[in-house]
């Protein structure tokens, strides 16, 4: 027996990639999580309200879902409902971290996939022309500042944001700042679809000299946005069976009659599946379960989508795509809602701590995040976090698998396997911070 | 943005932590035309740290036997290590400090096989290692990135929160009583305190440019310490705070020791900062604060 271990970069943390090979044949692939971070064992006898603040901590790169979450799980404790300007300034901050989140996934992460180099920043060691690449970095880095500095404006600041608070949010956002951020979009909207064609033609290229786009069987899939209306701050969970129907939806306080979670020995990370079994969150799963967007040129890369590789499409590599096709929705949505007045009117209510346990949900970039907690005499009883990245390990290990079997043949095990390990777990940026939580 | 070879060797090695303090170096990136990155798995695919790096930046507590094997390996490469973030501070938000049964929940459920073994709490790096300048925060802005890595000897930096905060402390307004951390409408432009927060504003390390009192949330600390408190016991910490709120309102001192004691602090005082900071330490000098 052989055990090869791929150490992985260019994801969320610390993880690596388990293949156990005997006489050319795969007996196991398995994605690891090497630390745990332990909040649940953390917050326990913590001031209900001061954990807003600490749990956004799980994860720097997801801070904001998580931050969101924390708020909405203690409003549904404290039986409180926030004023529509505040669920809308919520939805601009949730869209400024899809925007930050798919940039930094696309380009950093997953690009230089494409172009054999070893990072953003080494494109211009790679086969393609010097000023090409330069100037590709340079606006990878300008469009993901976008949601950055979405994410500041809506929650105060990018990472560990402050400005959702129980019962809404601090305070609105003033036509001066919001005109703008919609002149920084609209100067920038044009050189992102210009980025996301030039990643698709890239995916095209790397997918014909592979000759494969990875584990395509058909799968459960998992998100909490709507068919018709994609909105992150989200209320249900939906899933649709592996053949393209909807199975039906369920609201959070239900998830454990659906999602089972249990712990895994090799990896500090757990594992979720649906009714027993492989389901897939993150992005293509949002759009296998998306008709419209609701944005003009977003519904165009959708139709292109689905016309190109069908619907429900199941190859891995797909995952990729669907992210382009969401930073596009998000910069729109941004402008769109932003040219909205969300400086006036009620931005919070009142409330009244009680105990008691609450749920909340949103559609964080990963997928579904559901926060639960239970509250006793005003303190943290127990807290459980229901994590994305989760949902999808079987997802990453059957993918795994599937290379595995790929390059692992009679002639020996071919180098190309630590480049697809590296693509198979990227496809489902995986956030090992969150996993561990 | 292209990282030529004759720049000197920059690195970034995380620890554990959430990755909050390399998505805001991220923001910074201005130091892309300065440095030529060797190291940083977040973005780059590199699995070690090449020898003779200029500076070498740790993020994250030590919180694995193999958290200790890689920042020795990372200090004995590198010219210069700075401390990132509460995290490589104090040990962050993930320090178990006395709560010893959160720790040994922790324990109990934290073993694995052939995986890393997690250490009894997180710690600071300067336990293990010399670390040559502290960059507290959670996580530094992009602007405490900048001055780390361009010019910290000539850093000016703001001593407490309170003076980039903005807000105006007024004598004529004196709760009766603790607000919390975070109820109820804030007023805008009036001190967190006179309206009854709990915010720590006021022993705490300034730089970061007010950003979560400005827009009404109270201070945590997670800058840690102002240079008065220093590798100072908890109690002179504790004392300054009960001193401000005895002069700036009328709330009852039995209450104020209370929401000073466990388990209101245990956030700014227990978990995010090292206001608790271990006596045992290397003493942090000013000089080595930015």
Request: glycine share 8%.
């Amino acid at each position: 027996m052989t055990t090869i271990t791929y150490p992985l970069s260019r994801i969320e943390g610390h993880a690596r990639v388990v293949i156990d090979v005997h006489d050319n044949e795969v007996f196991r692939a398995d994605f690891q999580a090497m630390e745990i971070r332990g909040f649940g064992h953390y917050v326990r006898g913590v001031p209900a309200e001061q954990i807003t603040v600490i749990v956004p901590r799980i994860c720097g790169v997801c801070s904001t879902a998580h931050q969101v979450a924390s708020v909405k799980a203690l409003e549904d404790t404290f039986g409180i409902t926030p004023p529509p300007l505040a669920l809308d300034i919520r939805e601009v901050l949730l869209l400024g971290q899809l925007i930050q989140n798919q940039a930094t996934s696309l380009f950093i992460f997953t690009m230089p996939d494409r172009a054999n180099a070893s990072s953003l920043f080494e494109l211009s060691q790679s086969e393609t022309g010097k000023a090409r690449e330069f100037s590709l970095a340079q606006n990878a880095l300008r469009i993901r500042k976008i949601g950055t500095d979405l994410i500041s404006l809506a929650g105060g600041q990018f990472i560990h944001p402050i400005k959702t608070v129980i019962g809404g949010v601090t305070s609105g956002i003033t036509r001066e700042k919001a005109d703008r951020m919609i002149q920084t979009i609209q100067e920038l909207l044009p050189v992102a679809t210009e980025l996301v064609d030039i990643y698709w033609e890239m995916s095209m290229e790397m997918g014909d000299r592979i000759g494969s786009w990875g584990d395509d069987e058909p799968t459960h899939y998992l998100a909490s946005t709507e068919a018709n209306n994609f909105r992150l701050n989200s209320q249900r969970l939906r899933v649709m069976q592996p053949d393209g129907t909807e199975a039906l939806s369920f609201d959070p306080h239900d998830f454990e009659a659906y999602l089972q979670v249990a712990e895994s020995e090799y990896s500090y990370a757990g594992v979720s599946s649906y009714m027993g079994q492989i389901v897939r969150a993150n992005s293509l799963a949002r759009i296998n379960l998306t008709e419209s967007l609701g944005t003009p040129r977003a519904d165009t890369y959708l139709k292109r989508f689905v016309q190109t590789f069908g619907k429900p499409a199941h190859a891995i590599m797909f995952f990729d795509l669907c992210r382009g096709i969401e930073l596009v929705y998000a910069l729109e949505k941004a402008q769109q809602m932003l040219e909205c007045d969300l400086e006036h009117g009620d931005t919070e209510v009142g409330y009244t701590p009680k105990d008691g346990t609450g749920f909340g949900l949103v559609e964080a970039p990963r997928g579904p995040l559901i926060h639960r907690y239970e509250v006793e005499n005003g303190l943290i009883k127990s807290a459980d976090f229901v994590i994305p990245t989760v949902h999808n390990m079987l997802a990453i290990r059957r993918a795994l698998m599937v290379a595995a079997k790929r390059y692992v043949s009679p002639e020996g095990i071919s180098a190309e396997l630590e480049r697809a390990v590296g693509r198979v777990v990227r496809a489902f940026d995986p956030c090992i911070a969150c996993a561990t939580k | 943005m292209e990282t030529p070879k004759d720049l000197p060797k920059f690195a970034v090695l995380q620890l554990s932590g959430c990755s909050g303090c390399e998505v805001s170096l991220l923001n910074s990136d201005e130091w892309i035309s300065n440095f030529q990155l060797v190291y940083m798995p977040l973005v780059v695919t590199t699995h070690k740290i090449p020898e003779d790096v200029e500076v070498l930046l740790v993020t994250g507590g030590v919180r694995t036997d193999e958290d200790i094997h890689n920042l020795r390996k990372g200090r004995a490469r590198a010219r210069k290590l700075i401390a990132v973030g509460t995290c490589a501070l104090s040990g962050g938000v993930a320090q178990f400090k006395d709560k010893h049964i959160a720790r040994e929940s922790f324990i109990k459920a934290s073993h694995r096989l052939r995986m890393p073994d997690m250490l009894p709490n997180a710690y600071p790096l300067d336990r293990f290692v010399d670390v040559d300048l502290y960059l507290p925060g959670c996580p530094p802005t992009p602007e405490l990135f900048l001055t780390a890595l361009k010019d910290p000897e000539n850093a000016k930096i703001a001593s407490i929160v309170c003076q980039e905060c903005g807000r105006q402390k007024l004598n004529d307004m004196r709760p009766k009583h603790i607000t919390g951390m975070r109820s109820g409408v804030v007023l805008p432009d009036i001190c967190l305190i006179n309206q009854g927060y709990v915010c720590v504003g006021t022993s705490t390390r300034g730089g970061c440019g007010a950003l979560c009192t400005r827009p009404g949330h109270a201070c945590v600390g997670c800058r840690g310490p102002a240079n008065p408190h220093l590798n100072k016991d908890p109690e002179f910490v504790l004392d300054n705070l009960r001193r401000v709120f005895t002069r700036m309102t009328d709330i009852p001192i039995e209450e104020i020791n209370a929401t000073l004691a466990s388990p209101w602090l245990s956030l700014f005082l227990g978990q995010f900062t090292d206001y608790t900071q271990d006596q045992s330490l290397p003493q942090r000098t000013k000089e080595k604060m930015l």
